[in-house]
């Protein structure tokens, strides 16, 4: 089975026909639903692994599926102002958040980005820490993509560090 190999890498395809298979259900479902899956999954890996190295696999994951986003959701070529535009619509019309350009400087491929209502952290108690690690790679995923160069993203202000 596809799924169960040792060297299975995501690709978009594997997310299947939804409309096919979920005819009543759809391709909506809460963010609850979302997290459960998320944390529940983070329990385990920190449990496994520890912490450390489950959140640079959260950011792996991130990562691959950023590329797949990318490659399958968005035009590549483009000028960057209509990139961020189109990623902009892409992320809001899946629900997965709102995203804001702070900062720009262009030459040196450097951003300050907004992520709101994202999937993974806005409603959590505070905590003192960042959890959005699959964020991260998800961005660096994307951006890599589009530009050809390595990208580092890391959050500095997450809903749960306060």
Known sequence: MLFNRDNY???????GDIALGRPQMGEETSVAVYRMMQYSMRSVL????????AAK?????GFLAGEQFFT?????????????????QQLLELGICILRVEDADIEKLKFT????????????????ETVCDYDEGFIA???????GKAFE???IDCWSNG
């Open 9 to 15: 890498s995501f690709q978009w395809k594997d997310i």
């Open 46 to 53: 920190n449990t496994e692994m520890g912490s450390e190295r």
């Open 57 to 61: 696999l959260f950011y792996r994951a």
């Open 72 to 88: 399958n959701r968005l035009k590549n070529g483009q000028p960057l102002n209509l990139f961020v535009a189109e990623l902009q």
């Open 113 to 128: 980005l907004v992520v709101a209502e994202d999937l993974d952290c806005s409603g959590l108690p505070v905590s003192g």
């Open 141 to 147: 995923g994307i951006f890599e993509a589009y530009t």
């Open 153 to 155: 993203v890391k959050e």
